[in-house]
């Protein structure tokens, strides 16, 4: 019994407790520490005065991917994590000291039109206060219009996919209208509207309710007819049928057409803000380029990127929530 038992393999690790190599995890905090020598001890040929606190925020990265990795066996998810970021980190850090190289340190690339990482970062220490009202005010306004034309599309594609009166009287003029690009609407909304801030939700809200609608319309138009027949069955009323069948069964199609609304809200924002309104990440672009102030324009387009995949990750997540039998279909 004994030599059965000492022949027998040993039991498998728990997935997620086994130990992790901590070599990816430091080979990218150790390119971050290079890279911040580099920043601190390469002289600029630029006139730049944020390298040291650019070499201060490489450290602390550094920093942050060793400790990760050096806990990852006693935390899991810091160890996969660190594992998972390892070969984009070591490239952003070879990507951030080349721009340096040819920006601030050799200053191969011509002036404003190329600015240095440290031109960028002192933005954000100098200009935060501006900078951060923009952020603000374009968070509320694309709020504000995706929000109305996301629920003006379901109500509509509710109505389009549950009613063949309500389709009869609507596709038409979703047809004809829908495929236009909300931008075309400029001139119009801009005289129609009291205000450019009204203009500006009702443009967002334009290119938001489209895409909502036909998805909606789609999910709803593609039940299948046994779920209806069951409920009847059971004694199921008209409401029932829309608000506890059908539209559950749409809800797939319809976060499909709030990604698409979502991604049509964002350009037509930034193009709304550059014609009328007085603050916003599209003024704050205009107002960068008329001064020629290239580093806060590429400052401003990276917060844009980061306020843009900080939405369509909490859509994400609500769409995981929500669609619990479908999470981790489609990841972000």
Known sequence: MT?????????????????????????????????????????????????????????????WLIAATLLGNAVPRLGIWSRSVAAWAVLLAVLVSFWQLVTAKLDLLPLPFFASPQALLEVYTDDWARLGDSLLHSVLLLAKGYLIGAAIGFATGVSVGWSRAVGYWVHPVLRLI??????????????????????????????TSFPVTVLTWSGVASVSGAYYDVARTLGASQRFLIFKVAIPAALPHVFVGLFMGLGASFSVLVVAEMLGVKSGLGWYLQWAQGWAAYASMYAALLVMAAMCTTLITLLFRLRDRTLAWQKGLVKW
Do not use: C, E, N, Y
């Open 3 to 63: 030599a059965i038992t000492s022949l027998a393999p040993a039991a498998p690790r728990p997935h997620g407790l086994a130990r992790l190599s901590p070599a990816p995890g430091l080979l990218a905090g150790l390119a971050w520490l290079a890279a911040a020598l580099f920043t601190a001890a390469w002289p600029d040929r630029q006139d730049v005065d944020r390298s040291l606190t650019l070499a201060a925020l490489q450290v602390l990265g550094a920093g």
């Open 178 to 207: 829908g495929p236009l690009p909300a931008t075309a609407w400029i001139p119009l909304a801009f005289f129609v509207f009291p205000s450019s801030g009204s203009a500006s939700i009702f443009l967002i809200a334009l290119a």
